[in-house]
């Protein structure tokens, strides 16, 4: 910044400068990105083999499933809406190098992403991939029978299909509009016979495999597993990471360690399938002290592929879904699992170092899902979230006016708030109207973190 750096600038003047250089905020609604990304999609072909990719058997029904499957909640965008021309790029690169399990939902993408991914999947051979998607009903007006079974229906032609490889209940243990995560799970599943129906369809082979996804309220999986040999449930989907290992209870105390879910579920024999690997992006930003300790030990892997390792390592895991919207993303996952090299001893006690240490850094435990989105009032509450947190990694907010480089720490910070986020998406919009705080999966009290965000950012522009 040259000589500005040692000028004082009031807020007026510093807004103005920013405002001709402010870009469109990054992230858009529903867990999918709103950016032009063609910039970082470049490649080589070859690099990585078309035949190493480790695949794990589903005793149920033998099927050979990829350890990496694709999640298709963080799809690319591009002017505002999902480029497919770039989705099925990385859909087909993906079948190339055997990535065979594809996971959506009726809610990913503004409500577009089974009907984009439908369009990618159905120019290859059916049999070639499995297809999973979910019942998404958590609004109330979705809680009747009548509107459950339509979203049930309508996923069929979305993805150009006539049956589900794997279906899921959707986020069962989530509260909902005060409501806790068992009286949800009531409303959502049980009240309505939407349990028994989609037994019925399993039975009918529109559903080869019936499983859930879990957040949340403990006593929900625990009554689900405890009856499992009336339901019969094929898998279930967790959040498994090496921070929620042992520590997702720190996190959040709504939230279950990962360790508990997965030996209740290996001692029950369902497989499992995980998500958020990299803790909603978090794990592949680690702050640079962590990421310095694991770049160390192996300076050829990405410090993501630490904690796909990890899932990986433990045998009844099935497949590890990935939110891969860049090919950079895709081809860096596709090196760790073609084909996987599971963790020693040695390197999971690391990892468990790494997350005794990272627990003292107040990031806030946001995994970009978009489930809290679209805010009312504008706020990209996500981006705001994934801003403060990379300035935390970084060691970036400084608060200190007598601190030799405040000034210039202090201008660099708004600045690129500022460009990361335009005026109207930004943290002073937030009323406190809680309307997020019950679709939120982890459980943050998201007004409260939206303000303090927003102290901080307000103390730098008036310093």
């Not at 080589?44 to 029904?61: E, F, Q, V, W, Y």
């Amino acid at each position: 910044m040259g000589k500005m750096e040692n000028n004082n600038i009031s807020r007026k003047e510093f807004l103005t400068i920013v405002g001709a250089t402010a870009a469109v905020s990054a992230v858009a609604l529903s867990g999918c990105k709103s950016e032009n990304y063609e910039k970082e999609t470049t490649y080589s072909a070859g690099d990585i083999p078309k035949d190493k990719m480790t695949l794990r058997t589903n005793h149920n029904t033998g099927d050979k499933v990829s350890i990496l499957g694709y999640g298709m909640m963080r799809l690319p965008f591009k002017d505002d809406v999902i480029d497919q021309e770039m989705v099925n790029k990385l859909v087909d690169y993906a079948m190339e190098h055997g990535v065979n399990y594809y996971d959506t939902s009726p809610v990913y993408c503004r409500g577009n992403s089974e009907a984009s991914t439908g369009i990618a999947l159905s120019r290859h051979p059916r049999d070639k991939y499995f297809l999973a998607t979910k019942l998404s009903n958590f609004a109330p007006q979705f809680w009747s029978r009548e509107a459950s079974i339509k979203m049930y229906h309508d996923s069929f032609e979305k993805l150009q299909t006539d049956y589900f490889d794997y279906y899921l209940l959707h986020s069962v243990g989530n509260g909902s509009k005060g409501m806790s995560g068992w009286d949800t799970f009531q409303k959502r599943y049980i009240e309505n016979g939407i349990i028994d129906f989609v037994q019925d369809e399993r039975k009918a082979g529109r559903i080869r495999n019936l499983g859930f996804s879990f957040h949340g309220d403990q006593r929900v999986i625990e009554w689900l597993l405890d009856n499992h040999d009336k339901y019969h449930w094929d898998f279930v989907q967790i959040e498994m990471n090496y921070v929620d290992w042992e520590h997702a209870h720190d996190l959040s105390a709504s939230n279950v360690n990962a360790d508990y879910l997965y030996k209740r579920l290996t001692d029950l024999n369902i497989p499992v399938v995980i998500m958020e690997p990299l803790l909603g992006g978090r794990l592949s930003k680690l702050p640079d002290i962590l990421a310095n300790t694991l770049k160390q030990h192996a300076p050829q892997n990405s410090v993501a592929s630490w904690a796909f390792r990890f899932v990986g390592t433990y045998p009844n895991v099935l497949t590890v879904l990935s939110g891969m919207t860049y090919m950079e993303h895709l081809q860096d996952n596709l090196r760790t699992y073609c084909p996987l090299q599971p963790c020693t001893d040695d390197e999971l006690k690391l990892l468990m170092d790494i997350a005794n240490q990272y627990l003292k850094y107040p990031i806030i435990p946001c995994t970009s899902c978009q489930y809290c989105m679209p805010c009312p009032y504008g706020i990209d509450i996500p981006t705001n979230f994934s801003f403060y947190n990379k300035c935390v990694n970084e060691g970036s907010i400084v608060d200190d006016p007598q601190s030799r480089d405040f000034r210039r720490a202090r201008r660099r910070f708004l600045i690129e708030y500022n460009r990361q986020l335009e005026a109207d998406r930004q943290v002073e919009h937030c009323i406190g109207c809680n309307q997020c705080v019950s679709h939120c999966p982890q459980h943050i009290n998201i007004p409260e973190q939206l303000t303090r965000i927003n102290n901080i950012v307000e103390k730098l522009r008036l310093s």
